[in-house]
Nanobody, 116 residues
């Protein structure tokens, strides 16, 4: 049974920082990649950042230079998203996603609210 559990969301002022964590359990040695997605009210879910088992990263243009994804733990089963210089438009529910040999698993999400 695969589980992804996010933590670290909350309320922050514009310009501030938040760090999200996601811990995967279950078939962790099947992890190909892990990623963070977000969904703002009235918008589609979008990729924020991803990291492969080998450490290759990918970022949405809107967060490049502000967000950093990293991973550690056995089979890189813990993934983090350091978010700096947060903007109002970063407000969303952030979801952790794991690619377990072609099968996607999602966490329940954590709400991040950026206030002015």
């Amino acid at each position: 049974q695969v589980q992804l559990v996010e933590s670290g969301g909350g309320l922050v002022q514009a310009g501030g920082s938040l760090r999200l964590s996601c811990v995967a359990s279950g078939r962790i040695f099947d992890i190909n990649s892990m990623g963070w997605y977000r969904q703002a009210p009235g918008k589609q879910r979008e990729l924020v950042a991803s990291i492969t088992r080998g450490g290759m990263t990918n970022y949405a243009d809107s967060v490049k230079g502000r967000f950093t994804i990293s991973s550690d733990g056995a089979a890189n089963s813990r993934v983090y998203l350091q978010m700096n210089n947060l903007k109002l438009e970063d407000t969303a529910v952030y979801y952790c996603k794991g690619d377990f040999i072609g099968l996607d698993y999602w966490g329940k999400g954590t709400l991040d609210t950026v206030s002015s």
